[in-house]
């Protein structure tokens, strides 16, 4: 069976969400600079969400310029106080950034858009609210220290499906839009357009 979609993204979490839905799909990760993107973005006064979905429109893009068809890319960035926060560089930024958001609520904004033929066909931004216990220092140095090799790949510096759950006192939103990918909205998509039987 062709796949559905080719998956326009390196990450593990939202191919794995895409196959236990059952979809067939193809991956290609997009080589973009996702760091002058933003910086260009933000220079221009873009909000967290039009970062979010420009950022995952350009990879669908780049990648279906090469390989045709439907082509799905994906972005998450983390807002807190109206600034962006970007995958932490180092344990040391990791530990920086957490006791940043102690105590405090932020937002989680996941960008999907689909591409055909070089043009998005759908689009959407999920918003999930997280707010942080009041962590202390020690705790979050031995976090880090435990789970850098997994984190160092999360914005925040944490992963709500594993240790980094015992952070937070509160979680509002989509589950699926906090690992990174709106799926039951693309899901409800690719059904009604026919891409999929549902």
Known sequence: MPPVLTLASGSATRRQM????????????????????????????AT???VADALAEMKAVKVAAKTGGLV??????????GALISKPENPAE?????????GQTHRLLSAAVLVRDGAPVWRHVGV??????????????A?????WDE???????YQIE?????????????HFTILGLPLLELLNYLVISGEIEG
Do not use: N, W
């Open 18 to 45: 895409l196959e236990a839905a059952g979809l067939e799909i193809a991956v290609a990760a997009a080589r973009v600079d996702e760091e002058s993107v933003k910086a260009a973005l933000l220079a221009e006064g």
């Open 48 to 50: 967290p969400r039009d």
């Open 72 to 81: 799905l890319g994906a972005d998450q960035v983390l807002e807190a106080g």
């Open 94 to 102: 990791a530990v920086t950034q957490i006791l940043g958001l102690s």
């Open 128 to 141: 999930a609210r997280l707010t942080m216990r009041t962590l202390s220092p020690g705790f979050v140095e």
């Open 143 to 147: 976090y880090v220290a435990r789970t």
């Open 151 to 157: 984190i160092r790949h999360s914005v925040g510096g």
């Open 162 to 174: 594993a240790e980094g759950i015992r952070l937070m006192a509160r979680i509002e939103g989509d």
